[in-house]
T-cell receptor, first 113, second 116 residues
């Protein structure tokens, strides 16, 4: 099992609420990623970070924001949730050197009603 | 930009049989990594097998092997002696070397169902 954790696993929330999805890893990895996985299961990169105080937007435009104040922590925030944000969100990290394997969290399934 | 294409949305195979999942990619890079990841139903995504582009030898991991054709930009996954536990979504993925940026680009995935 990889040491990368996402909380909560499932979240049902009303429209307009602010939410933060948590992602933590204990492997000391610099590079971390957020993917949105749609119902068809395709993965879209929405945010990534190469280290502390480094964040970049991914290939899919997202209204969410991220922060990277500590190496081990990469939270994703939605200021005002909408039904269109309903999706599964996957967090991943990659070691700074070596064989470039990505480790994934178990995901957060978000439903906005 | 790199793109990864998986042309088989769904595949089925009988237990103990062999199945091949297809993947093609597009890049102007000469050195890169290719991966197959497995996402079982409601479970974590895990790495199945990895190939470094500068290595000509095809990677193998037990029942899993790849056919890497660099010139054709093709990277197929062969699963031998399929087991029920192989039922999952399989993603092909591409990444440039770590020092050249680290975005992991995925294909659309192939659902594999192993039948008893």
């Amino acid at each position: 099992e990889a040491d990368i954790y996402q909380t909560p696993r499932y979240l049902v929330i009303g429209t307009g609420k602010k939410i933060t999805l948590e992602c933590s890893q204990t492997m000391g990895h610099d590079k971390m990623y957020w993917y949105q996985q749609d119902p068809g299961m395709e993965l879209h990169l929405i945010h990534y970070s190469y280290g502390v105080n480094s964040t970049e937007k991914g290939d899919l435009s997202s209204e969410s924001t991220v922060s990277r104040i500590r190496t081990e922590h990469f939270p994703l925030t939605l200021e005002s949730a909408r039904p269109s944000h309903t999706s599964q969100y996957l967090c991943a990290s990659i070691a700074p050197r070596g064989l470039a394997e990505a480790f994934f969290g178990q995901g957060t399934r978000l439903t906005v009603v | 930009a790199q793109t990864v294409t998986q042309s088989q949305p769904e595949m089925s195979v009988q237990e103990a049989e062999t199945v091949t999942l297809s993947c093609t990619y597009d890049t102007s890079e000469n050195n890169y990594y290719l991966f197959w990841y497995k996402q079982p139903p409601s479970r974590q995504m895990i790495l199945v097998i990895r190939q470094e582009a500068y290595k000509q030898q095809n990677a193998t991991e037990n029942r899993f092997s790849v056919n890497f054709q660099k010139a054709a930009k093709s990277f197929s996954l062969k699963i031998s002696d399929s087991q029920l536990g192989d039922t999952a979504m399989y993603f092909c993925a591409f990444m440039k070397p770590l020092e050249r940026g680290n975005k992991l680009v995925f294909g659309a995935g192939t659902i594999l169902r192993v039948k008893s």
